[in-house]
């Protein structure tokens, strides 16, 4: 199914945009620089034919062998080194973490040049690495079920209004990353919002003391959680809801705001992902956020 664009949506534009670069550090020239940084802002995917090469060695990385079994992904934290998730093989580890280190630079340089007005603003979040095949995996809930349309948001770590902005790239040399991307944010907060039973403070405030959350849990945060949880329990809307089919190819990389952008991974493996926090005050269009979309539903502040 083809998505709607609302009319009043400030996506005047496609929901994926096409950017060529020539390698991960260039520096567009100014007009896609505008361009790419209005698309974003608006919900777009950013879609780069940029590869990420793998260095002489560095192909055992290409095995879902590399999970321990304790989590569907492998965490990288670029201030540590630390890696999470992976099988207790020094070598093997070694190489990956080399992998992922060099993803999380190339992604801070990319996104440098590519929207300049974020730099020194972004916060580098976590490298993750997704060997595992995606399609038909089993899944403990329909929570953790990423096939269903869904905007991010984290239960333990709240955001507090700060943006979600992350750099994905199929890593696998043969096979496709398939998504889809459903309808604008603000149609699907509008959608939702009504379903939302306000925040309790006492519960944010629990939810911290017994150690659920690593900070108070914020309005903002609670909405978003539950947008996140009611979209994807929803299965009529799952079922109806607007989309398009989106395949990307070995070797392409693309940038989203994952917040905004409803989206579902439907198959693939090998996929790299780089997150970084952006403070909703460094957007150049800040009213196009879903903190501000959620705050004019709201009638208040939510952080």
Not at 129 to 151: C, F, K, M, N
């Amino acid at each position: 199914m083809l998505l709607h664009l609302d009319g009043d949506d400030p996506m005047a534009m496609n929901p994926v945009e096409t950017v060529q670069l020539s390698h991960w550090e260039s520096i567009p020239e100014p007009g896609v620089v505008a361009h790419a940084l209005d698309a974003l802002e608006s919900g777009c995917v950013l879609r780069l034919p940029l590869a990420f090469p793998l260095e002489e060695g560095e192909q055992v990385v290409l095995s879902d062998a590399l999970l321990d079994g304790s989590r569907k992904n492998i965490s990288y934290d670029p201030a540590t080194g630390r890696l999470k998730g992976c099988v207790d093989d020094p070598a093997l580890a070694g190489r990956l973490r080399a992998v992922m280190a060099r993803y999380a630079r190339l992604s801070a340089s990319l996104l440098d040049n590519l929207l300049p007005a974020y730099r020194g603003q972004l916060e580098a979040g976590r490298t993750s690495y997704r060997p595992a095949e995606i399609a038909g995996r089993p899944v403990r809930s329909w929570r953790r079920d990423d096939t269903r349309l869904h905007v991010d948001a984290f239960p333990a770590t709240p955001v507090n209004g700060r943006r979600l902005l992350r750099v994905f790239h199929n890593l696998n040399p043969e096979g496709v990353r398939r998504w889809c991307v459903g309808e604008p944010f603000p149609e699907l907060a509008r959608r939702f919002f009504g379903q939302i039973p306000p925040p309790a403070r006492w519960q944010a405030r629990l939810l911290a003391l017994l150690g659920l959350t690593r900070s108070l849990r914020s309005p903002y945060d609670h909405y978003m959680l539950q947008l996140h949880d009611r979209m994807k329990a929803d299965l009529d809307y799952q079922y109806s809801a607007g989309r398009l089919a989106l395949a990307f190819a070995p070797g392409e990389t693309w940038v989203v705001f994952s917040d905004q952008a409803s989206h579902a991974v439907l198959g693939g493996q090998f996929m790299l992902e780089q997150t970084f926090y952006l403070p909703v005050e460094q957007m150049v269009y800040p009213e196009r956020s879903p903190l501000r979309v959620l705050e004019k539903l709201a009638g208040r502040p939510l952080v």
